[in-house]
């Protein structure tokens, strides 16, 4: 049975398509993007979340666990890596949600139950199914298997993607897709490689092959101040995009720092911590910059 890991489904979601959606967020990415604000999609293993202000001292965890794994000090909870088997029994105890376990096997029926819930808002709303991670064409059998399953249910469905994939799965994924939400970083590639971990050769010459597919394509552009905002950047981002098949839709997503609890509770090093979110006005000035290059630009998903 074909299973895939996935660590949210998040439901009435309106930023991630047209529409009211439901979006499936995959587990495991190859980029590691400093602004990144779901940090617990990079793993694809199952994480382990402690937040220990939630923390009420109860014990009921250290009680369960069938390890023996869990300790309760003066600081908070500490678990033996050595012991604990991730089974998330403490999780099911925790009656303040203390303790949260994140990444979850499941299968392509499992996933379209979820999906199936929120069928009424899709019709209404012309809306649909997104996939989002992470990156959901690193688990492309699985994605495919969706999309395709999707597809018989006559949903509208999107794959949210940094573009960093095998080129033939990319072309796969884009024969059953409805639309692409295709992040574009930095025009860069070393500077790219500095702040996402990867080059990115292989995002732009996937996404030159992808436009020229029939599928719909919406770019992506995170702005981070300091780190991709420059006039260099914006220019040759605008040039870029200008030059593609039938790509002529951009949405401009200003930098939020409200990931930084995740970064703190997972023991990761937030890079973007000091960066302000952009002014209205900045990203005003931005878009109206982007658009002379004829382009339909959207502040915001």
């Known amino acids: 049975m074909l299973t895939g890991q996935i660590f949210d489904i998040k439901k009435y979601a309106v930023h991630d398509g047209p529409g009211i959606r439901t979006t499936v967020f995959f587990k495991g990415c190859p980029l590691s993007c400093w602004w990144c604000h779901n940090p617990e999609s990079i793993s694809h293993a199952t994480q382990r979340l402690y937040r220990p202000e939630r923390c009420i001292g109860c014990r009921a965890c250290e009680q369960a666990c069938p390890e023996g794994a869990i300790q309760a000090t003066a600081e908070g909870l500490e678990w033996n890596p050595q012991a604990c088997v991730f089974c998330g029994t403490c999780a099911g105890v925790c009656p303040s949600e203390a303790v949260e376990f994140v990444g979850k096997t ?11 819930k929120d069928t009424v808002f899709y019709d209404e709303s012309s809306g649909g199914v997104t996939f989002s991670g992470g990156e959901p064409l690193l688990q492309p059998s699985f994605l495919i298997a969706l999309l395709e399953a999707c597809g018989e249910l006559d949903l509208h469905r999107t794959v949210d993607t940094s573009g960093y994939a095998d080129t033939q799965v990319l072309l796969d994924a884009a024969r059953v897709a409805d639309l692409f939400l ?26 030159k092959c992808l436009s020229r597919q029939k599928t719909e394509i919406v770019i992506r552009f995170p702005l981070v101040p300091g780190l991709n905002d420059d006039a260099e950047n914006i220019r040759r981002t605008g040039e870029f995009v200008s030059s593609l098949p039938s790509v002529k839709r951009l949405n401009l997503l200003p930098y939020h720092c409200a990931a930084a609890a995740k970064y703190k509770n997972f023991s990761l090093d937030f890079k973007t911590a000091d960066i302000r979110k952009p002014s209205r006005d900045y990203l005003e000035s931005i878009a109206g910059r982007l658009r002379q290059y004829d382009l339909e630009v959207k502040i915001g998903g």
Do not use: C, P, Q, W
């Not at 029926?109 to 999906?115: K, M, N, P, Q, Y």
């Open 106 to 116: 499941m299968t392509v029926g499992e996933v379209l139950a979820e999906i199936a």
């Open 182 to 207: 295709y992040d574009l970083k930095h025009m860069d590639a070393e500077k790219h490689r500095r702040f996402t971990g990867v080059s990115n050769e292989i995002i732009l010459h996937n996404l």
